[in-house]
């Protein structure tokens, strides 16, 4: 009969099973493993280590030549031993790790602002241990005159980084209701008390500042909206996504109407975080846009940032496809490629009153382009290490830039060749923001959010414990000018969530 199996078969599979027990070859590296085993006192790798090879054949006899039997044991040998081979390398790195968090923990000790620079702590230990030792090696004349000189200069260092901080910062309100990261945040204009956000969970939300209400949420996008930016005049909003496009949409919120269940062509329900006294505490959705008045199209790549040009009626967006494309606001139309960066974009900002625009790319530089006159101009400021993550205009006519080497620069405007000051971190600077009082706002990968003035000084570190702060990369930070407003400050990070501070000089707190 078709479809059953021959009797001979029937009778192998009744037979015996037979075990092939391969003792384990002890090797050079499985006695250097075991030592460094017992060294570091842990065993990741007891419950699964193995003494014997076994196999099972479901035949008596097995039909695997001799010859390639003995090949495949040496195989698994050889990946046996790259395997212990590299959780030599694992248990290495650990130690590594735990001991740069150890130093970190030490440099950082005590608030914030009263932590030492990173290297500081280094050079400066170093130098008192070689004043406090009585038998110290003979060095040269010139070598005193240099460590007397950096003992100097690090007490200085010391000193200053242990004034008191000079704002005061609060946090009040969480804002929820994304389901992925949140890439940027960012504020309406005067007298709107609202701010955008942009998620990876391919939609952008408009949100009341004062009671964390989402006023309208835009599903229009494909793929992760990377940024958001209001209009400055009138209510229409700009983002850009990972589907390589830029939309202009219909930013108008109706304050007083409640909130309606969204009907099944909008968006499924999404999966809500719990609440908190400052979290909207509904089970509706907002109102739902997925239709733009623009799709701005010509990209390659993905878009990762837009901003509108100074008068609105331009914008810029920034790609992956390593250009800037200049459009026309009401066409959509482009009316410019920018060209001239190596590598991926990741930025792109304009100036409050002039028409001028800064790109950051992945190239570790960033470019001022000049659309002043009718053939456009271009600069290009090199001063970082690794790529540039944001650059961004002052109300003074600086640039502040951030990357991923750990630093921030300010530039002056008429100067590309060197920064007027440089800010050290301890971690890669995100999406900064400076105020109109000159007070940068530096978001960074380890959850923390720094505050410095133009010229380099530390004025705070904002809180990060249980209860406040991120708990995961800060990705965006965005200051708002409204005195009257509780919060004047919101960040947004990888934790789905959007915070609002309230961030005060000491003496008006």
Known sequence: MPGEPPASSAGKSSGKVKRISIPRVQSSTDTEFQSQMSQSGSTPLQSVSLHYINFRTDNEETSIPP???????????????????????????????????????????????????????????????SSVKQKAPIVS??????????????TSKIVSSFKNPTMSCTMQRQYLGHKDGIWEVTVGRSGQPIIATASADHTARVMAMETGKCLLQYIGHTGSVNSVRFHPTIDLALTSSGDCSAHIWQAAVNWDAPLRQSSSEDLSTLDRTPTNASAVDDQEEPPTLRTPLRELLGHTGVVMAADWLTGADQLVTASWDRTANLYDAETGDVIHTLCGHDQELTHVSTHHAQRLCVTSSRDSTFRLWDFREPIHSVSVFQGHTEAV??????????????????????????????????????????????????????????RQIRLFDLSGQRQARLPRT???????MVCSVAWAEDSNASCNLFSCGFDRLVLGWSVLPVKDA
Request: one cysteine or more; hydrophobic letters at 30%; a positive charge.
């Open 389 to 446: 993550t944001s650059a961004i205009f002052t109300r003074e006519d600086k640039i502040v830039s951030g990357s991923d080497d750990r630093s921030v620069k300010v530039w002056e405007l008429r100067n590309i060749r060197s920064p007027l000051a440089t800010i050290r971190g301890d971690s890669a600077a995100n999406r900064l923001a400076v105020s109109s009082a000159g007070i940068v706002a530096i978001p960074h990968d380890n």
């Open 67 to 129: 010859v390639i039997q003995s090949r495949l044991l040496e195989l698994f040998q050889q990946i046996q031993k790259e395997f212990e081979m590299i959780c030599l390398e694992n248990i290495g790195l650990q130690e590594k790790i735990d001991s740069l968090n150890e130093r970190l923990e030490r440099e950082c000790y005590g608030s914030g602002e009263r932590s030492l620079p990173p290297g500081d702590f280094a050079d400066y230990q170093g130098d008192t241990k």
């Open 466 to 472: 249980s209860r406040q702060g991120h708990r995961r």
């Open 141 to 154: 004349s010139a070598q005193k005159v240099k460590t007397t000189h950096k003992l100097k200069a690090q």
